[in-house]
């Protein structure tokens, strides 16, 4: 009723707004047998699509459903990077959206002088971390110590920016913004580090895993826990590939630095907490599996790396659900989607979208059938479990984090039929594919910016129509094309 609110300019906005909508709807979609996990992939893109925008603040526990009726909404609403935040911008990427992803990279440079002040004053080194729980302008919130204070904070939102150049492969975006805050997380990592004289490798003085052992004094470890070497580790790895691609050189010193950390600790349970703690109850947070998603530092295709992998998802299992809550279950299935077994992951996004959501598809933390997998029960509402959802389904029909495409790496046996459209894959690559009566049939991509294709081929026997075959190179069964800019190529199953 506002007299400022003319037919004219509502119509306008309506018209804008229609279209703003149209747009994001076709830039990607899937289609899947289970409708029940189809419905809630497309309300939690919706949620997405509700929430991130390149100009404004990154997605918060809640954003902008804060029903707190002028309280504050659970855990404050606020921005939490033990998981919460990171988790939430998981299915942005492959879901064709990176316009609204730098929403969260956009702000993180924003508040880099800030985030860098506080790394002076707590660490008392030059350098970049971020706090764990902070504010919309960047400063320290507080909470539980061992996340709100973690020495490998910033190493996570790091690979924000690599997704974001690699996804984009965006040479501005490169050299402006990824990699200058690459430089500034490893200088300080560099400075916080010690040298063990008898191991003859790094170390931090302490070392811990978010929400494990809760605020207790158990929280706490002398040696590396896998959540903070594996964050140290992957953030040297994509140093070294953002190093070459902005300079075409990488330092002798920082090859040699990396090589001077410890491996993973491993034993009979897989991957541990840390060396001498196993994982040794149910617990919600699946830090010390952080190695195998979202960083992608253990590969499934390795026999001796698949082992560690099977073994920490068999002893997940033996531990059991009781103390997971919604987003659990959402991680679980990127985790088990990035072992390749993918009856498991569509289980667990089963599990969370029949028990840990409202009717209304948001997450609600607690299981809403009096407990059936796990002893939460209440009902606080954040947004990542929704969005770790979503990017189950991803994971589940679309990986490139190994340097190779791959189709429906993890899709079950019992999914005759599914399909997507123009997901997005590490080297700025659309791919769509489908899959009909079991097999593989076709498989289209385009290079938005040109470049080395390498597919691993989904079929025995296939053809390329309209394709020179003397230009595609095969070994090993992963398929290298160079594209120019613009170029579709397509394979189909020759069904020979």
């Not at 996804?167 to 063990?196: A, N, T």
């Not at 158990?218 to 190093?243: H, M, P, Q, S």
């Amino acid at each position: 009723n506002s007299p400022a609110v003319t037919a004219g300019s509502f119509d306008t906005t309506k018209a804008a707004h229609i279209a703003w909508w149209n747009d994001y709807w076709g830039r990607s979609s899937v289609s899947l047998p289970d409708k029940l996990l189809e419905r809630q992939y497309y309300l939690d893109m919706y949620k997405f699509g509700c929430v991130a925008r390149s100009n404004t603040p990154p997605i918060s526990l809640q954003a902008i459903w804060t029903a707190d009726n002028g309280n504050l909404p659970p855990w404050k609403g606020d921005l939490h990077h033990d998981l919460n935040t990171e988790l939430s911008y998981w299915p942005g990427y492959t879901a064709n959206h990176l316009d609204l992803t730098a929403s969260l990279t956009n702000w993180l440079w924003e508040v880099k002088e800030e985030n860098k002040r506080w790394t002076k004053q707590y660490f008392e080194v030059d350098g970049l971390n971020v706090p764990g729980v902070t504010t919309i302008s960047g400063k320290p919130m507080g909470g539980w110590i061992q996340y709100s204070m973690s020495p490998t904070t910033a190493a996570w939102l790091a690979q924000h920016f690599y997704w974001q150049w690699k996804f984009s492969m965006d040479e501005r975006f490169l050299q402006k913004r990824c990699r200058p805050y690459f430089d500034e997380v490893e200088y300080y990592l560099l400075k916080i580090r010690k040298w063990d004289q008898v191991k003859h490798n790094y170390f931090i003085p302490l070392s811990s895993s978010p929400e494990y052992k809760d605020n207790s004094i158990g929280a706490w470890f002398k040696n590396f826990t896998n959540y903070d070497l594996a964050l140290i580790r992957y953030l040297y790895k994509k140093y070294f590939e953002v190093l070459y691609a902005a300079t075409e050189r990488i330092p002798r010193e920082i090859f040699i630095e990396e090589g001077l950390y410890p491996g993973f600790d491993v034993n009979e349970s897989g991957l541990t907490i840390a060396p001498s703690q196993n994982l040794d109850e149910s617990h919600r947070h699946h830090a010390h599996l952080m190695a195998i998603h979202p960083l992608g530092l253990l590969n499934p295709g390795d026999p001796a790396e698949k082992e560690i992998i099977n073994n920490s998802l068999r002893w997940l299992e033996r531990k059991g659900t009781r103390q997971w809550t919604g987003y659990s279950f959402s991680w679980a299935a990127c985790i088990y989607a990035r072992a390749k077994l993918g009856d498991s992951a569509v289980s667990m996004l089963q599990k969370f979208s029949s028990n840990f959501c409202s009717s209304n598809s948001f997450h609600l933390n607690g299981d809403q059938r009096g407990g059936q997998y796990s002893d939460f029960t209440y009902g606080p509402f954040t947004l990542e479990g929704n969005f770790a959802f979503a990017q189950g389904i991803h994971e589940i029909l679309l990986q490139s984090h190994n340097g190779y495409v791959e189709v429906f790496p993890a899709v079950p046996a019992g999914w005759e039929n599914a399909s997507f459209r123009t997901l997005r894959a590490e080297g700025a690559f659309l791919v769509s594919a489908k899959r009909e009566q079991g097999r593989i049939t076709e498989v289209k991509i385009t290079a938005e910016k040109g470049g080395d294709l390498s597919l691993k081929l989904p079929f025995k026997t296939w053809i390329s129509p309209g394709m020179n075959r003397a230009l595609i190179r095969v070994e090993n069964n992963i398929v290298t094309v160079k594209l120019k800019k613009g170029q579709t190529i397509i394979f189909e199953n020759a069904f020979e």
